[in-house]
């Protein structure tokens, strides 16, 4: 914002405050803001070319003409603070109206509460500048080194818990092992016992299904003599039959034979006598 204070125009910072337009370059990139001031070991350059001004970081002498060089100051809502210049740091207003300068890594964001230096605008060198940039790094620097130590010292007890439940698991793996160890000795014998019992029972079912096959072989053949004397009684009962049938029938012809005789006989003198 800005409004007219004793017949001049200032800008009105977020405390209220006046500051005089007073910078020799303005400057806006990515939705950024920056002021310039002349200084002859400033680190910015501005050139002109074709009508138009460009900043840049260093010198660049393709982008035309050098006008100056400043000390650029990133404007954050009416605070002037040193030109970064990094993409992954930034500055940040607070909720109690300090800046916070934020830089990001793959961990996380980590911020510092930063010096408005808008009332040195003038008089600051390039080389405190560059101090103060080289300071934030130092710090965050310093910051990250502290976070890796204490890291290091987490990690350091982390493994040495580690190495205890890794000695006491290994003991508790040792007399876990001992005991299947015994319970495997343990279960080997009775195995052994109850293979040598398998083996006496099936030498005994081998004797008992022996003896039990000689008895029967026995008694096999037993039958078989016994069938075989049925079978000749029965032939010769059947033979002895057949000779008394055979007898029979002789004497039975023989007296056919006989009454025949008789009969003829009989028919003769019957038929001497009628004559």
């Keep these: 914002r800005y409004r007219v204070e004793n017949n001049a125009f200032v800008e009105t910072a977020r405390d209220g405050k006046g500051w005089p337009v007073d910078a020799d370059v303005y400057h806006k990139h990515d939705g950024r803001f920056f002021a310039g001031y002349r200084h002859e070991a400033g680190r910015h350059f501005v050139y002109a070319k074709a009508g ?9 002498d393709e982008l035309g003409e050098l006008l100056f060089r400043v000390n650029l100051f990133e404007d954050v809502g009416g605070a002037y603070l040193p ?3 990094v993409a992954d740091q930034f500055y940040m207003i607070r909720p109690d109206g300090g800046v916070e300068h934020v ?5 996380g964001s980590r911020g510092r509460v930063v010096e408005d ?3 040195r605008r003038h008089s600051i060198a390039p080389a405190e500048l560059g101090q103060l940039l080289e300071h934030g790094v130092a710090a965050e620097h310093d910051r990250m080194q ?9 990690l ?5 818990r580690l190495e205890l439940q890794a000695a006491n698991h290994e003991a508790d793996i040792q007399r876990a092992v001992a005991a299947a160890q015994a319970e495997i000795a343990h279960l ?3 195995a052994a016992a109850l293979r040598d019992e398998l083996e006496k029972e099936r030498a005994a079912m081998e004797s008992r299904v022996n003896e039990a096959v000689k008895l029967a072989n026995a008694e096999i053949v037993q039958l078989r003599a016994g069938t075989g004397a049925l079978r000749d009684e029965l032939d010769r009962k059947d033979a002895e039959a057949a000779n008394g049938q055979q007898e029979a029938v ?3 012809q023989r007296e056919v034979a006989q009454l025949r005789d008789t009969v003829t006989a009989l028919r003769d003198q019957i038929d001497g006598v009628s004559h």
């Design 250 to 252: 002789s004497f039975l």
């Design 52 to 60: 138009y001004h460009s900043v840049s970081e260093g010198a660049k």
């Design 156 to 160: 350091a007890a982390m493994r040495d």
């Design 83 to 85: 030109c970064l210049g």
């Design 146 to 154: 502290a976070d890796l130590r204490e890291l290091q010292r987490a």
């Design 103 to 107: 830089s990001r890594d793959a961990r």
């Design 117 to 119: 230096l808008r009332p």
């Design 188 to 190: 080997q014998q009775t």
